[in-house]
């Protein structure tokens, strides 16, 4: 019985399996209008480009506010080193629980497509009230006086940590459909798109991989005041 069910199986996979000269996908894909999809004007390695280049900058713009947000906490908002790493932690938690929210919406409501879009919206708001936080002068705390530090008002705390959520908040939409959207771009009953497949996943890792690694090397410049860094450091030991 076993030697009939091998060859059998196999037919009836090949039998799924479209043509490569085909109009339409044969998944059942529709494009943003509802429309089937026509296999020579879109998806595929077309479309790819655009996906690898979102979650590059994602992954860029993730790391390179990671890294120095301890730094950051301690030297420019004058928290002890305890809250500052409590602090970062739970942004990092978060970022990794709104992925929840955001494959809810994709699934529920919104799409793969228009979660993206509505979430990196998010996120770039995010990074705009970050910038604004980091630049006015009015939204950070003056500087140390003779190793008296004042600390940061409700109001700049609130400005900084909106930013700072929002960005977390636009990532749980990113990180979930980014993948899973990419592979919708590939017919899987075509031969060649199917094994394209598995090529998008793996430029994707690497993409991925190559921001963080510009982030920590390249963006996050770490340029710490080591003798007010002591300060804060004995400060908190002296608690």
């Given at each position: 019985m076993e030697?009939?069910?091998?060859?059998?199986r196999l037919l009836l996979e090949d039998s799924l399996l479209q043509s490569e000269q085909s109009l339409h996908t044969g998944d059942g894909s529709v494009n943003i209008k509802g429309e089937l999809v026509v296999k020579s004007e879109t998806g595929t390695w077309k479309a790819c480009p655009f996906i690898l280049g979102t979650f590059f900058c994602?992954?860029?713009a993730y790391y390179g506010i990671a890294t120095n947000l301890v730094t950051y906490l301690t030297t420019k908002l004058h928290q002890g080193l305890v809250s500052a790493a409590k602090?970062?932690?739970t942004f990092q938690g978060t970022c990794y629980l709104t992925p929840l929210v955001g494959s809810f919406f994709a699934d529920a409501y919104l799409g793969r497509y228009w979660t993206i879009a509505v979430f990196y919206g998010i996120y770039l708001i995010g990074i705009c009230i970050l910038i604004?936080?980091?630049t006015i002068s009015a939204l950070e705390p003056t500087e140390c006086v003779n190793s008296v530090c004042p600390s940061a008002t409700l109001a700049q705390n609130v400005v900084f940590f909106l930013g700072l959520f929002l960005i977390a908040l636009g990532t749980g939409g990113i990180k979930p459909c980014i993948w899973p959207f990419g592979?919708?771009?590939?017919?899987d009953t075509d031969h060649r798109e199917r094994a394209s497949k598995?090529?998008?996943f793996n430029w994707n890792y690497f993409t991925s991989n190559i921001g963080a690694l510009l982030s920590v090397t390249i963006l996050?410049?770490?340029s710490i005041d080591f003798k007010g860094q002591g300060v804060v450091l004995l400060q908190e030991f002296a608690r």
């Open positions: 030697n009939f069910e091998e060859p059998t994602e992954r860029l602090n970062v932690t604004l936080s980091a592979a919708d771009q590939f017919d598995g090529s998008f996050a410049h770490q």
